[in-house]
């Protein structure tokens, strides 16, 4: 069944550079609503994210959401299943925002796991769009063998190349994210190499930072 979070808030942050895993910069504006948005999940599905392993939350700033995943892993090598090479997951979001608002996705944060041996690699890609748009905003980051730690990207969009929500329209916003382990030279007789979208420790969150813009007003 969908699932409803609320927040309120009064305060924005707004990332602007270009699209690379460097730290972005502060907000050239910080308009942001002071009304509640509403998420609805209006679909979660994927190998990544099987019923139930999933959670969103909204901040109480509105500044930001997280997805945070408990099974999202993909593997390859000793004890893994053929398909288990490649994991993703799809969700569909209605963004209920306060009128005469509109909002983009100025970066997103995403953390992990990963163990490599050596010859392996793994990447993780993202792309985001919104219902009947052809605009799609999309980055990939790769990992190389020998690794074993947490990892950790960032994705940060220039404001002017951002997609924005169509103003006075109640469009779905899609996030597909994909992991994909890749064997390459390694041993896949007796070593198993894995990148997961969560940590050893518990359950890790990929946040999705707004960008917030007032509509123009409307015509009467």
Same mark, same amino acid.
């Given at each position: ?35 509640? *948005?509403? *998420?609805?999940?209006? =679909? ?27 099974? $999202?892993? #993909? ?27 509109? $909002? #983009? ?34 980055? =990939? ?6 690794? !074993? ?8 969009? !220039? *404001? ?24 390459? @030279? ?5 070593? @198993? ?12 969150? @990929?946040? $999705? ?8 007003? =409307?015509?009467?």
């Amino acid at each position: 069944m969908p699932g409803v979070l609320y927040a309120g808030g009064v305060v924005a942050a707004l990332f602007a550079s270009t699209l690379t895993s460097q730290a972005y910069a502060q907000p050239p504006f910080d308009t942001v609503p002071p009304d509640k *948005i509403v *998420i609805t999940v209006a =679909t979660v599905n994927g190998s990544g994210c099987p019923a139930g392993t999933a959670a969103i939350a909204v901040s109480p700033d509105n500044t930001a959401f997280t997805v945070t995943y408990s099974e $999202y892993l #993909a593997q390859v090598g000793k004890g893994a299943k053929p398909t288990d090479f490649r994991k993703n997951c799809q969700l569909s979001l209605v963004m209920h925002v306060p009128q005469g608002f509109s $909002y #983009a996705i100025a970066s997103v944060d995403y953390r992990g796991f990963a163990h490599l041996e050596k010859g392996a690699s793994a990447t993780q890609k993202a792309s985001y769009y919104f219902q009947g748009q052809s605009q799609t905003s999309s980055n =990939t980051h790769s990992y190389n063998g020998a690794y !074993d730690d947490n990892w950790q990207a960032t994705d940060v969009s !220039d *404001i002017a190349t951002v997609v924005w929500s169509p103003c006075g329209e109640l469009r779905n916003f899609n996030i597909n994210t994909e992991l994909r382990a890749n064997a390459g @030279t390694s041993n896949t007789q007796e070593t @198993t190499s894995f990148i997961a979208m969560d940590s050893t420790d518990g359950d890790v969150s @990929t946040t $999705y930072h707004f960008a917030w813009k007032e509509c123009p007003p =409307t015509k009467k």
